[in-house]
Nanobody, 116 residues
Framework: QVQLVESGGGLVQPGGSLRLSCAAS????????MGWYRQASGKQREVVATITNGGNTNYAGSVQGRFTISRNSDTNTVSLQMNSLKPEDTAVYYCNAELMDGPYVWGQGAQVTVAS
């Protein structure tokens, strides 16, 4: 099985930046893709950004141009660099791994709060 451990999150001011990291361990060779999702209070969980093993990335329209997803194969870590943060970015952010023949694996979640 695969385990995901998230780090980062916190309180930042509007216009500020924050970086989230997600380290994968276990049977990392069965991971097809990874991504970041978020869930704001009272709303559905939504995809923020994804990255495949081939390096292809996709972003939600609301974060395009402000967020960047990247991966470090040496540490099996996927990061999300968040710039120009807005109050509407406030949510719990979850790391996700898509496996070849098993259920999706989720990180524990990290609270991101954007406020003055």
């Amino acid at each position: 099985q695969v385990q995901l451990v998230e780090s980062g999150g916190g309180l930042v001011q509007p216009g500020g930046s924050l970086r989230l990291s997600c380290a994968a361990s276990g049977n990392i060779f069965i991971i097809n893709a990874m991504g970041w999702y978020r869930q704001a209070s009272g709303k559905q969980r939504e995809v923020v950004a994804t990255i495949t093993n081939g390096g292809n990335t996709n972003y939600a329209g609301s974060v395009q141009g402000r967020f960047t997803i990247s991966r470090n194969s040496d540490t099996n870590t996927v990061s999300l660099q968040m710039n120009s943060l807005k109050p509407e970015d406030t949510a719990v952010y979850y790391c996700n791994a898509e496996l070849m023949d098993g259920p999706y694996v989720w990180g524990q979640g990290a609270q991101v709060t954007v406020a003055s």
